[in-house]
């Protein structure tokens, strides 16, 4: 049976048919988020879901001062997930505060993304070592390798499913950051020009955040977020160093700083923002140059692999076609 299997999967047919349902995937996989519509909306409706969870929450905390044990108003039922991971303690065991600070980062707030993420990182072992099992030792892979081999590879494997949800939240993240990050030089002039005209910390966030979606939907959120938690918070200090904290990157650290001590000492803000934002064209700047001085040692191994044999076939085949011609070899 097993030798009916893979002869199966060896087919030409089934290679072709199998290539074409990947290419069929593929394209309405790139297709979906033409058809899904416009991303920003989905983002400000759950901002404002989020401001309008956080409202409760401040009327929570001042109608019972006393209630230590507070919970986030986002906490939902999570179903058998939220049982499985309570039951077993899985938040003592594999989160802390740098879990929690980096599912911030990649942009998931609140308790359900962390209880579906000590979920998966609890089952995904079991699943992947479940499905190295069957691909080893049911349709023969590595047939030829002993037993401690194949169990080898089907540890690793229960092994990497421990770590992938660690390294989606990983990549999540990273992508998230790229984005604010290049969107970011813009922010501080245009916070710059609403407060300049008169208007507010927060109406300046909210303006800007309406303004900057067209090229960062994640910064547009994230002021969002900031402007509602400048209007709930008891230290709108702490506004700012969440803003700083969940995009993680210096720049936006130095803003928050910045703002924090124009609210402290009464110096003015435009200044300090006309100051950082031209740092933050700089540090731009910066960067292109040095991606820009990187690529000539980047680019000498493929000149060597492709350009210079092609080169010498240009310039040297002609002169080997009329030896051959003339008959000297």
């Not at 002021?223 to 709108?236: D, I």
């Not at 000498?300 to 350009?307: D, N, R, S, Y």
Request: proline share 5%; charged share 20%.
């Amino acid at each position: 049976m097993t030798d009916a299997v893979v002869k199966t999967i060896f087919e030409p047919g089934f290679l072709i048919a199998l290539l074409v349902g990947i290419a069929v995937f593929a394209t309405v996989f790139t297709a979906m988020p033409a058809l899904g519509g416009n991303p920003l909306k989905s983002r400000m409706k759950s901002v404002a879901l989020e401001r309008d969870e956080l409202r409760a929450k401040q009327r929570a905390r001042l109608a019972s001062e006393a209630d230590k044990r507070r919970k986030g108003l986002r906490e939902q039922h999570g179903g058998g997930m939220k049982d499985i991971v309570e039951r077993l303690d899985l938040r003592r065991a594999l989160a802390d505060e740098s879990t929690v600070a980096k599912l911030r980062m990649a942009g998931f707030r609140g308790q359900n993304p962390l209880t579906r993420f000590l979920f998966f990182r609890l089952v995904l072992p079991f699943a992947f070592f479940a499905v190295a099992v069957v691909y080893i030792f049911g349709l023969g892979f590595l047939a030829e390798q002993p037993f401690f081999i194949k169990l080898f590879v089907c540890i690793v494997a229960a092994y990497g499913g421990f770590y992938a949800p660690v390294l989606y939240v990983s990549n999540r993240a990273t992508k998230r950051k790229h984005s604010i990050q290049m969107a970011w030089p813009d922010a501080p002039d245009l916070l710059l020009i609403c407060v300049e005209s008169g208007m507010s910390v927060e109406a300046a966030f909210r303006r800007v955040a309406e303004e900057i979606g067209a090229q960062s939907v994640e910064l547009a959120e994230e002021f969002v977020l900031t402007n509602a938690e400048l209007s709930f918070l008891q230290e709108r200090r702490q506004a700012y160093d969440n803003l700083a904290t969940r995009t993680g990157l210096e720049s936006v650290k130095s803003v928050a700083q910045a703002l924090i001590q124009a609210e402290r000492y009464g110096t003015p803000v435009g200044h300090a923002l006309r100051v950082l934002s031209t740092e933050s064209r700089d540090m731009r700047m910066n960067e292109a140059e040095k991606k820009a001085a990187a690529l000539p040692p980047k680019l000498t191994v493929p000149m060597i692999l492709f350009f210079l044999p092609v080169l010498f076939a240009v310039i040297l085949g002609p002169a080997g076609i009329q030896v051959s011609q003339r008959g000297i070899f």
